[in-house]
């Protein structure tokens, strides 16, 4: 089934070049089917490529997946054009009245500040609070899981000597987990991060690792009470996109270190290789079975 988008949405023309299925919003309201809601909090700068990253993986699905984009009121990104976010994009007093099957938090380029000192911190923790009694469940992509552990479950992040940079790959510690179904034993997740979580501490929460690595740690947790899934990598990524993120530091001059099992021969001439990709389309479509199996069908009883 497709999923949809806001009519117009300028990422259509690349999802289409791709073979993404996509329905236009007058094409699904005659439609006699109830679509997964899924509202994306996107946070990151560059936020036209999280839309497709995000729409590709929803689209490989056979539900029909409603995405509606959201953006903070009290920062204003300073990457996207105002008139951009005006028309495709919703902040929560536009959607407070509405209910959805998912909340979804992206990473976002912050993760160094303690979480108090982010600028939309407090609208952040209004939009979770908001999200109990309106999304049946959350997704936290890296610095968003992060986010979502720290205020479901009082978790803390914590500073890592160097940036975790690169693509490592992770192991399955659980056995029989519904949402890493069709896995291999060890699968690749790219990293870009300064900070982790720490393992005992999110073991002591309550909370099940999913997936983690002996270099980059953990990679994937979830809540077994909520079903919330908290990804602290970024299996959504292009091939390209470390790629951009490395050259970007070192034509500031920063001097940054070559990303990990990344670059064929650690030659930045040569184009790096998405391996993670089939474990991407995977995991979401894990995700949205198991969401799709869980959720009411009358998202209003979520109000309680």
Request: proline share 7%; aromatic share 10%.
């Amino acid at each position: 089934m497709p999923i949809k988008v806001p009519d117009n949405l300028p990422a259509m023309e690349t999802l289409t070049s791709e073979g993404v299925d996509l329905i236009t919003e007058q094409t699904a309201a005659r439609q006699d089917i109830r679509p997964l809601r899924l509202l994306l909090l996107n946070l990151m700068p560059k936020k036209k490529d999280t839309e497709i990253q995000f729409a590709r993986l929803f689209g490989n699905s056979p539900l029909q997946v409603d995405m509606l984009l959201m953006t903070t009121a009290s920062y204003t990104p300073r990457n996207t054009e105002p008139a951009y976010l005006r028309r495709f994009y919703r902040q929560l007093d536009d959607v407070r009245g509405q209910f959805f099957d998912a909340l979804i938090i992206t990473g976002a380029p912050v993760e160094t500040l303690p979480f108090e000192e982010v600028q939309y911190w407090p609208e952040l923790e209004q939009i979770m609070d908001w999200s109990r009694n309106h999304c049946f469940r959350r997704l936290g992509i890296c610095w968003g899981a992060q986010v979502l552990m720290k205020h479901f479950h009082s978790l803390e992040k914590y500073q890592l000597a160097d940036k975790l940079f690169g693509v490592y790959d992770h192991a399955l510690p659980l056995e029989n987990s519904r949402l890493m179904q069709g896995f291999t034993d060890s699968f690749p997740m790219p990293v870009s991060r300064y900070t982790y979580n720490k393992e005992d501490e999110i073991i002591a929460a309550g909370l099940s690792v999913l997936a983690r690595s002996d270099k980059a740690g953990v990679g994937m947790v979830r809540c077994p009470s909520s079903g919330d899934l908290y990804v602290l990598n970024h299996l959504e990524y292009d091939a390209d996109t470390l790629a951009a993120e490395y050259l970007r530091d070192a034509n500031l001059g920063l001097d940054p270190a070559l990303p990990v099992n990344y670059f064929p021969s650690d030659d930045v001439a040569h184009a790096p290789v998405n391996s993670w990709r089939p474990f991407a389309y995977l995991l979401m479509a894990n995700w949205l079975n198991d969401l799709y199996r869980d959720t009411p069908y009358a998202l209003e009883s979520l109000k309680g």
